[in-house]
């Protein structure tokens, strides 16, 4: 199927959810392939925006455990988890008979299971340290495992956001025979501003790359729902890439300013800098997945920059839980400058780090500890009843305490 394959450390989730909903709003139809999911594993497959049906996934998975259990090599050395799972959303996009699948990677490129598409074009975000014990200890040696995705005579295109991964990514692709294109270069948003209410920037191509599209763009006032600074650039790298896209297929033709503003203005991806209301207070809390320190740079950088009502917010306390096989001390240091006090607390599984152990590494990175708190809930109560009401909440480390703290807000009600 005609696939747009999304790799890179961080704003994966963000690219893909915005290219989904540019292409929906050109009426395309469109599946969206994403991992992990926030509540229901249900979340990672939408068709035209919309959950798949229980059945369909029921039906879906036996025939690939069939499928599994029926081959002498796979029954002897079993698919992981991720690749069975893969292979049933494949299963279920080839069924609903789509126009365009957008696909984010799981880790990495050169093995992850998504990598078995047979991209019209490969995009890949910024990379930062992150799954050092998988994809190597180095910034080259991460790249190069997400570089390895690209195909040959398929357009990659490459943020370009870090200049020292530039020449490693066009020897991959010259490796590859795939054809380098690096989005920084081609396109960036300016005017940028950011308010509770969205991010809003104007895009431009650059004279001196237009060679790459058919003629210089420059639209204005373009606005995603998608809250910080860093969504600016992740929205105007996939607005590059589709009007290249636009170039090279009859298919995409319908790519415009119009359909851009239509579509950036319908993203929907919870949990990155998420506004939530507490039911019982009316409070607000920032609900954001930043995991790695390359993550959490944008998202303080982007706190730091908006503004709500005219007035910059102010972050009174920070709920924090992360897992236990990232490199905790660098997070915790970029988190400094928010200078609010931390509820360290963890989630129920394996992975998380104790929140007594966070505490201990919160303190030795200067860092005030607030409390305690095993239970995600109970760290929340505490944040909110000890600051004050016009202050914001952030929860973050981990897109899965995003994702818990969610699910109390929007389905348990019990906060």
Excluded at 40 to 52: A, F, T
Excluded at 201 to 208: C, R
């Amino acid at each position: 199927m005609r696939t747009i394959h999304v790799l890179g450390t961080n704003g994966k989730g963000s690219t893909a959810a915005t290219i989904e909903a540019i292409l929906i709003a050109g009426g395309l139809k469109t599946a969206l392939y994403t991992s992990p999911h926030l509540i229901s594993l249900q979340e990672r497959l939408r068709v035209n925006g919309r959950l798949v049906a229980l059945d369909d996934w029921k039906n879906s998975w036996e025939r690939v455990v069939r499928a599994v259990d029926g081959d002498e090599e796979l029954s002897s050395d079993r698919p992981s988890f991720f690749e069975n799972f893969t292979a049933v959303c494949v299963l279920m996009m080839a069924e609903a008979e789509i126009d365009t699948a957008v696909i984010e990677a799981g880790m990495g490129g050169r093995y992850d299971a998504t990598s078995v598409c047979n991209p019209i074009a490969t995009l890949i975000n910024p990379i930062g340290m992150d799954h050092t014990q998988y994809l190597g200890p180095t910034l080259a040696d991460i790249a190069s495992e997400k570089f390895a995705a690209v195909k040959s005579g398929v357009d990659a295109f490459y943020s370009g956001d870090d200049v020292s991964l530039k020449p490693v990514f066009l020897e991959m692709c010259a490796a590859a025979g795939a054809i380098p294109r690096i989005l920084d270069e081609m396109a960036l948003p300016y005017n940028i501003e950011c308010t509770t209410d969205g991010t809003s920037f104007s895009y431009e191509t650059m004279k001196a790359d237009a060679r790459n599209m058919s003629s210089p763009l420059n639209i204005g006032r373009l606005v995603t729902p998608l809250l910080g600074t860093h969504q600016a650039y992740n929205a105007a790298r996939v607005v590059t890439l589709l009007l290249s896209l636009r170039d090279k297929f009859s298919d995409f033709a319908f790519i415009g300013p119009e359909v851009i503003k239509l579509g950036l203005s319908r993203v929907n991806w919870p949990c990155r800098m998420e506004l939530a209301r507490v039911s019982r207070s009316g409070r607000i809390v920032i609900l954001d997945g930043a995991h790695n320190d390359h993550a959490m740079r944008a998202l303080v950088a982007s706190l730091d920059s908006m503004t709500n009502g005219g007035d910059k917010i102010k972050i009174g306390a920070v709920v924090f839980a992360v897992m236990g096989d990232k490199d905790i001390s660098p997070i915790l240091e970029t988190m400094r400058p928010l200078d609010a006090p931390m509820y360290c607390t963890e989630l129920p599984m394996e992975r998380s780090e104790k929140s007594r152990d966070l505490a201990k590494l919160a303190q030795m990175s200067d860092i005030r500890v607030a409390g305690v708190f095993p239970a995600p809930a109970d760290a929340l109560r505490e944040a909110l009843s000890s600051t004050d009401p016009t202050e914001f909440v952030l929860c973050c480390g981990s897109l899965f305490l995003a994702g818990y703290i969610r699910k109390l807000l929007k389905y348990d009600g019990i906060l």
